[in-house]
């Protein structure tokens, strides 16, 4: 993901923006059931802790598929994992025989696209029979400056809790029903909408329904449309100019500064809010929550709980008044 003039520092940590697969969606042309899929954990219950990179602007971890070394990004964006095309044709994975896929990101158009199968472990861990799409993640590993090969989705995500903790740059993953600690945080409650895990944010004061992801470096990002709705283009806000990397390519975005980001019930100090335009039929969600203001917390994200707790780091946790008066 090479010259300083396009570096993932430059695209995706210093400005905020999308980073990777971003809100990525793959959907099948057909309404073919995926297989599910059984994490199995070494000890029964959770994986060692796995280092992330000290400069980590997603959650990336080195993992085998079929027994090759890789790395991998986990994004709770994705509908779907998915591997580098020239990846699987390399490793020789086997294509699965059902309907072609289309895959899309925040912008750009659609990839039509197959899956295949193949074998996922990691320390502690093995997930076997993942079916996953086969897309051209080499360009985007490329442009920001990173060496990632696969992408962690929703199909593991949701069977399997991760714990993340940025401040000593390490993740673990858990069974459901492990690692998250009652009473040891701040809850925040995902909302399902077809699937994708959904958070309630207040923005400016202006509520809004975004999709908790991983697989985006920033903090919050928006569609021109919701950002319009909140304020964030009314006149005399300061705007400026950067690009994002996704599927569907470099794209050109504003940035403004948000005054003020509360998160289910938590308020955090003001973020930049990346505002980009989707792309045309894309079933672009109306923004992202991503890595950004987790790296804030010690985080454990728990889809199967459809659940997000956060204890402080290095971010001070101002209660609600509301709260207070409890």
């Known amino acids: 993901m090479a010259g300083e003039?396009?570096?993932r520092r430059i695209l995706l940590?210093?400005?905020?923006?999308?980073?990777?697969?971003?809100?990525?969606?793959?959907?099948?042309?057909?309404?073919?059931?995926?297989?599910?899929?059984?994490?199995?954990?070494?000890?029964?219950?959770?994986?060692?802790?796995?280092p992330l990179p000290s400069r980590a602007g997603l959650v990336e971890i080195d993992v085998a598929v079929n027994g090759a070394p890789l790395r991998a990004v986990v994004d709770t964006g994705a509908q779907f994992s998915a591997i580098d095309?020239?990846?699987?044709?390399?490793?020789?994975?086997?294509?699965?025989?059902?309907?072609?896929?289309?895959?899309?990101?925040?912008?750009?158009?659609?990839?039509?696209?197959h899956s295949v199968r193949?074998?996922?472990?990691?320390p502690g861990l093995r997930v076997d029979g993942v079916h996953a799409a086969a897309l051209g993640l080499a360009a985007i590993a490329q442009v920001t400056a990173r060496d990632f090969q696969l992408l962690i989705g929703r199909d593991v995500l949701n069977e399997a809790v991760f714990e993340l903790d940025f401040v000593r740059s390490r993740v673990r993953f858990g069974a459901p029903g492990e690692l998250f600690r009652p009473g040891a945080g701040r809850t925040i409650p995902i909302v399902r909408r077809h699937g994708a895990p959904m958070v309630d944010v207040r923005l400016d004061g202006h509520p809004l329904r975004l999709l908790l992801d991983t697989g985006a470096s920033g903090s919050v990002a928006l569609t021109e449309d919701a950002a319009r709705a909140a304020g964030l283009l009314a006149p005399g806000r300061q705007v400026r100019e950067a690009r994002?990397?996704?599927?569907?390519?470099?794209?050109l975005d504003r940035?403004?500064?948000?005054?003020?980001?509360?998160?289910?019930?938590?308020?955090?100090?003001?973020?930049?809010?990346q505002i980009y335009?989707?792309?045309?039929?894309?079933?672009?969600?109306?923004?992202?929550?991503?890595?950004?203001?987790?790296?804030?917390?010690?985080?454990?994200?728990?889809?199967?709980?459809?659940?997000?707790?956060?204890?402080?780091?290095?971010?001070?946790?101002?209660?609600?008044?509301?709260?207070?008066?409890?």
């Open 118 to 122: 193949l074998d996922l472990a990691m």
């Open 13 to 50: 940590t210093r400005l905020g923006l999308l980073g990777a697969l971003g809100g990525a969606a793959f959907l099948l042309r057909d309404r073919v059931p995926w297989p599910p899929l059984r994490p199995r954990f070494a000890n029964g219950r959770s994986t060692p802790w796995l």
């Open 244 to 251: 994002s990397v996704g599927l569907g390519g470099l794209s």
């Open 255 to 273: 940035v403004v500064r948000a005054r003020s980001l509360r998160v289910g019930a938590i308020d955090a100090r003001a973020a930049d809010v």
């Open 85 to 113: 095309r020239a990846t699987a044709a390399r490793l020789g994975l086997p294509r699965v025989l059902v309907a072609p896929m289309l895959a899309y990101g925040v912008t750009g158009g659609p990839t039509l696209t």
């Open 277 to 326: 335009a989707p792309g045309a039929h894309a079933p672009t969600p109306t923004g992202l929550l991503g890595a950004g203001f987790l790296r804030q917390f010690h985080t454990v994200v728990d889809l199967p709980g459809d659940r997000v707790q956060v204890r402080a780091a290095d971010l001070l946790l101002v209660p609600h008044p509301s709260e207070q008066s409890r």
């Open 5 to 7: 003039g396009t570096t």
